[in-house]
């Protein structure tokens, strides 16, 4: 166990729906970052929160959102969800940006 | 383009053999190589981290090279357990910021009895 941990484990949702996930980071972390990773793929960078501050982004949409509070555990907000949204979203928190990354155990959305 | 090629795709071995998974990459700047391996539904774990100076780090009956010349790394598993069936991912960071990680497809390997 990482000391990560996500919630929801699972969810199902349709199209056009919003959804939002929840990551608590390790004790000590100030860094999270979130990743979306389909079936048989590597995970995809989305954003990173560093000290509730946005620290970079990757090749996602604008209706991917997020947000890191003052305790550094951090949301992922996804609006107008679309089919190729289901994927497993992981987050990762480290002691300070650029130090290992430690995984939760993701969140499984499917979008119908 | 920034890519991370991890070969074999998939891999089956029997429990107490030897194996060696593959990345290559074309990843430029370049900081550090990571492994990590995950478990079916779970979030990965990291193994190792390499900057462009170490070529060979350990971790317990996993062992990674590097050769930061070629772009080329390893992971060695020594004494297949039934618990090393997972998913091994390379990923290559181009600067010390997260946001710059390359994630590898991974191979998947099976250990079995």
């Known amino acids: 166990e990482t000391g990560v941990t996500q919630s929801p484990t699972h969810l199902i949702k349709t199209r056009g729906q919003q959804v939002t996930l929840r990551c608590s980071s390790q004790s000590g972390h100030n860094t999270v970052s979130w990743y979306q990773q389909a079936l048989g793929q590597g995970p995809q960078f989305i954003f990173q929160y560093y000290r509730e501050e946005e620290n970079g982004r990757g090749n996602f949409p604008p209706r991917f959102s997020g947000l890191q509070f003052p305790n550094y555990s951090s949301e992922l907000n996804v609006n107008a969800l679309e089919l190729d949204d289901s994927a497993l979203y992981l987050c990762?928190?480290?002691?300070?940006?650029?130090?290992?990354?430690?995984f939760g155990p993701g969140t499984r959305l499917l979008v119908l | 383009k920034n890519q991370v090629e991890q070969s074999p795709q998939s891999l089956i071995i029997l429990e107490g053999k030897n194996c060696t998974l593959q990345?290559?990459?074309?990843?430029?700047?370049?900081?550090?190589l990571r492994w990590y391996k995950q478990d079916t539904g779970r979030g990965p774990v990291s193994l190792t981290i390499?900057?462009?100076?170490?070529n060979t780090k350990s971790n317990g009956r996993y062992t990674a090279t590097l050769d930061a010349d070629t772009k080329q790394s390893s992971l060695h598993i020594t004494a297949s357990q039934l618990s090393d069936s997972a998913s091994y991912i390379c990923v290559v960071a181009r600067s010390y910021n997260t946001d710059k990680l390359i994630f590898g497809t991974g191979t998947r390997l099976q250990v079995f009895p």
């Open positions: 990345c290559n990459y074309t990843v430029s700047p370049f900081s550090n």
């Open positions: 990762a928190s480290s002691r300070e940006n650029g130090e290992t990354q430690y």
């Open positions: 390499m900057t462009f100076s170490e």
